[in-house]
């Protein structure tokens, strides 16, 4: 794989030479990607692309984490668009009826009344709420990650991004007190800020009063990333409680369970993505931490209208390899910690609307990174703010089975060689189910 030195080289090589070439010319998009070491793959809407930053190194778990973001880049060239006159509360783009709004997934979520099907064109109203703090961990710089939260906003009628509801601090060293606001920015990755730009435009588009803290770590290195996860959860706690949202991972390995007392904050929920490789990663396998996985969000053909959830093939899925059933899993999931706990929209033929203006602009992007900042910005609309993560997964283990809370996803497959069936109640592909608003939680 190559380094992120080399990514950060040519990504500033290509944006400096080719400024503009988002939805004027798909195959420079892929292009620029196989520059970096990406992978690209066929989608049922148009070409997958596993950026460089997402693609795992045969040596590599145990020291560094990944993001799990695929790009869809879709066979109909989008745009061009003006970024300069957006559409307020309408999509960028019309006829891309797979591709999410906040709005569209709002209604799948539960958190609007639905109407009109939840179709992205058609249906334009946002969720409202959100409260506390919702910290995001990443890595890398964002680059413009403020200016383009604004942008999203404003195409998408959502309220404005000021310096007091999205702060952003930077990590210099390997522990939390190297993380500061007036640090300068770390280095550039492309494939890490495409992470950092889903994370917290999935925030603010479910929970859209929160206040997110983003903080970004100097590298993917586990001790760095750690670092930014134990500042992040100071933060939230010291806002008087939230959740903190975990998009990256790596393949378990069998001391990853040192690194669990770092997911235990009083006042803070953590929530990780498990993977976009079948088998789930950590620290989602972590006991401490709610594990995301994902979801194809299923529309007819014919008129884009939503009519349910499946499981998402490629979303990590199954028993962890080394961690034991923490006590918040019944007994017939079996002796390993059961992966996922709950899943959301993931699949990038179903993806979500990001905006990224030093890549070009607008793209679908899809993986578990989409589900873990959606669903810890659902739990933050919600309002329960438990004490614990433990406590957060009590509970919601316990709605096991209602359905104003829960989607039980009963179809598809998940997991190695795709040995696992969606069924109806708890199992490997859907955990719990979908959110469908938390009711009364």
């Known amino acids: 794989m190559k380094s992120s030195h080399f990514r950060i080289l040519t990504s500033i090589a290509f944006l400096t030479a080719t400024p503009a070439f988002a939805q004027m010319d798909p195959q420079a998009i892929i292009a620029r990607h196989v520059a970096e070491g990406a992978h690209v793959s066929r989608g049922s809407m148009g070409t997958i692309i596993t950026p460089a930053s997402s693609v795992r190194g045969p040596v590599d778990d145990g020291s560094r984490m990944y993001t799990n973001t695929k790009i869809l880049v879709p066979d109909v060239p989008m745009g061009p668009h003006n970024a300069n006159a957006p559409n307020t509360n309408a999509p960028p783009f019309s006829g891309y009826y797979y591709a999410n709004t906040p709005s569209s997934l709002a209604c799948v979520y539960g958190l609007v009344a639905v109407a009109q099907g939840c179709h992205p064109d058609l249906f334009h109203t946002n969720a409202t709420g959100g409260?506390?703090?919702v910290g995001i961990v990443d890595a890398y710089n964002g680059m413009n990650v403020r200016a383009d939260l604004q942008h999203?906003?404003?195409q998408f009628g959502l309220p404005a991004i000021t310096a007091t509801n999205l702060v952003i601090y930077y990590c210099t060293g390997t522990t939390a007190a190297t993380c500061?606001?007036?640090?300068?920015?770390?280095?550039?990755?492309?494939g890490w800020e495409g992470e950092i730009s889903l994370d917290v435009?999935?925030?603010?588009?479910?929970?859209?009063?929160a206040k997110i803290f983003l903080v970004l770590a100097k590298d993917n290195q586990n001790a760095s990333l750690l670092a930014a996860s134990d500042?992040?959860?100071a933060l939230v706690a010291a806002a008087n409680g939230g959740e903190v949202s975990m998009s990256f991972g790596h393949h378990e390995i069998s001391g990853d369970s040192a690194s669990d007392p770092h997911y235990v904050k009083a006042?803070?929920?953590?929530?990780a993505s498990t993977g976009d490789d079948i088998i789930p990663g950590y620290p989602a396998a972590s006991p401490n931490v709610v594990a995301v996985g994902g979801t194809t969000v299923s529309r007819t053909p014919a008129n884009g209208k939503f009519f349910g959830e499946a499981s998402w093939t490629e979303?990590?899925?199954?028993?962890s390899a080394f961690i034991a059933r923490p006590s918040y899993q019944p007994a017939s999931v079996g002796a390993k910690r059961a992966l996922p706990d709950v899943a959301a929209v993931a699949n990038p033929d179903t993806g979500v609307w990001v905006y990224i203006s030093a890549q070009g602009g607008w793209f679908v992007f899809g993986g578990t990174s989409a589900a873990s900042p959606v669903m810890a910005a659902i739990v933050n609309n919600a309002g329960s703010f438990k004490g614990s993560t433990a406590a957060q997964?009590?509970?919601?283990?316990?709605?096991l089975g209602k359905a104003a809370d829960w989607y039980d996803v009963k179809q598809g497959t998940c997991g190695a060689q795709q040995g696992y069936w969606a069924k109806a109640g708890l199992d490997f592909c859907g955990g719990i189910g979908a959110p469908r608003g938390l009711a009364g939680k």
């Open 131 to 133: 409260s506390r703090a």
């Open 152 to 154: 999203y906003a404003t």
């Open 180 to 190: 500061a606001t007036g640090n300068a920015p770390t280095a550039y990755d492309s």
């Open 201 to 209: 435009q999935m925030v603010h588009a479910m929970a859209p009063s």
């Open 231 to 233: 500042k992040a959860a």
């Open 267 to 271: 006042k803070v929920v953590f929530f």
């Open 315 to 319: 979303a990590g899925a199954g028993p």
């Open 393 to 399: 997964q009590t509970l919601m283990y316990s709605a």
